[in-house]
């Protein structure tokens, strides 16, 4: 009996508090998070930063008519952080955003929600833990070798939904139970990791697509201490710089859907400059507006109950654009607000401070501002040009700047890639969408600096080979979906 009283005076409370928000906020409030650190207050949600986006043509054999979308969260991950690991929030929204008419606004989504259930809630261990049904029968290793394994303790699963015009705003459910494999905790308690765990993962879609979502190797290498004590580079070539990333894990949620899917005419575009060749592509994760917390002494334990519209926390379309180009004072708003309303943000991308401290540090000159290399490369996508050709254009635009990840779905993979995308030649890498070994510091500092061939008064050196001295990742990447490397063992 007291434990419905509470319940109910908890429902009556979150009720209260909804229609109090309601009658206090007639507009939706701005959340204020961000990703990979970059804005104030992420540093207290890393269940739900998210630390890349990667959107690139499959290049697995005979995948050719596919195109892959990757969202990474919950940075810096230390391998043997036990004994409950990590695992996507399951109060969290995580979603993948795709424009495909230039105007900010999303198309198409594809929702990830997870659950997660506890299997032996009376052992000591977290993620793996002797089944309770089989203790005492004299064996504990190997502990999980499967995903359906018993002493898997804290399985995860999730659901897959895809929203378009055709689904309406309730979308359709494209794939539910799926299960996310454990956090690579070591040989004896997860051996074989990405045989037996790893690639069992993968689920097929009913478009012949793939999912995955689960632990990764951390893919985003760069010299973190060199570029934020103020540029500090301890070199600026090719090599000589530290990985500060290295040895760390991340959260990986990877989508691989026909080309088709995701373009506006609902088909394979003709050619390179077609009408619907170009796609936008972001990502976010939104929390419920409201969080209250439960006694430990409640039938559900200390779990929150959360109600209320969701509110987006966090978003990242481009790399390292909150990070480099927006100023403190909104790197909040940034992350809380959408492509289409980023004319607010655009004067900060034609005067970059970067360029700035660029100047200053290095003592080389920038090209003037407004900076309309650097609008084309981040704002609006760059059109047909005589520097890039006549078959090459991730224009994207309505006339407005809208911050995205913009990719040319036409444009095959690259015979022979490289790391420097564009700037090195192939077409297929960023700012052609971003693969998950494109160099996107190297390629960015040379952009900012005016060192490519869209300015062709500053492409000089030092402008076009500056670099955090940084050129590969410590893992190998994946040339199989999901591209991202096996994570890092804890042990």
Known sequence: MRKTLARRATLGFLLFALALSVILTPTPTTSLASSHREAPLIVADPLADNTDTYAFRSTEPGRSGFVTLIANWIPFQEPSGGPHF?????????????????????????QFRFKTRFINGDSVLGMAAPNQALAGTGGVEPLITSLDDPDYNEPQTYSVTRIDRHTGKGGKVIASGLITPPSNIGERTTPNYE????????????????????????????????????????????????????G????????????QVL????????????????????????????????????????????????????????????????????????????????????????????????????????PQSPRSDLTAIFATGIPVNSITGPNFTTFLSDGKPHEMLRLNVAIPPAASPSRLGLLGGDV????????????????????????????????????????????????????????????????
């Open 428 to 491: 297929a890498g960023f700012p052609n969408g971003r693969r998950v070994f494109d160099d996107v510091v190297d390629i960015e500092l040379r952009a900012v600096a005016g060192g490519t061939p869209f300015t062709p008064a500053t492409n000089v050196s030092p402008n076009n080979t500056l670099g955090d001295g940084v050129a590969n990742n410590d893992v190998p990447f994946l040339t199989r979906f999901p591209y991202l490397g096996t994570p890092q063992s804890g042990n």
């Open 86 to 110: 990590y695992k996507f929030d399951d109060t969290v929204l995580y979603e993948i955003y795709i424009d495909n008419t230039g105007d900010g606004v999303e198309d198409i989504t594809y």
């Open 263 to 366: 373009t506006r005419s609902g088909a394979v575009p003709s050619g390179p400059t077609a009408a619907d060749a170009v796609i936008g592509v972001w990502a976010v994760s939104s929390r419920q507006k409201i969080s209250v917390l439960r006694s430990a002494f409640d039938d559900n334990g200390d779990e929150p109950l959360t109600v209320g519209p969701y509110q987006q926390v966090s978003r990242l379309g481009s790399p390292l654009v909150n990070e480099l180009i927006i100023p403190l004072k909104l790197k909040d708003r940034f992350n809380a607000s959408t492509p289409a309303s980023d004319s607010q943000f655009a004067q900060f991308v034609t005067n970059p401070q970067l360029a700035q401290l660029l100047s200053a540090v290095f003592g080389i000159s920038i």
């Open 195 to 246: 045989a037996a765990l790893g690639q069992p993962a993968i689920y097929a879609l009913p478009n012949g697509g793939r999912v995955f979502a689960g632990q990764r190797d951390e893919g985003f290498y760069i010299d973190v201490g060199g570029v934020f004590d103020t540029l500090k580079l301890r070199s600026i070539s090719t090599d000589g710089g530290v990985d500060s990333t290295a």
């Open 248 to 259: 760390f894990n991340v959260n990986t949620i990877a989508i691989e859907v026909p080309i």
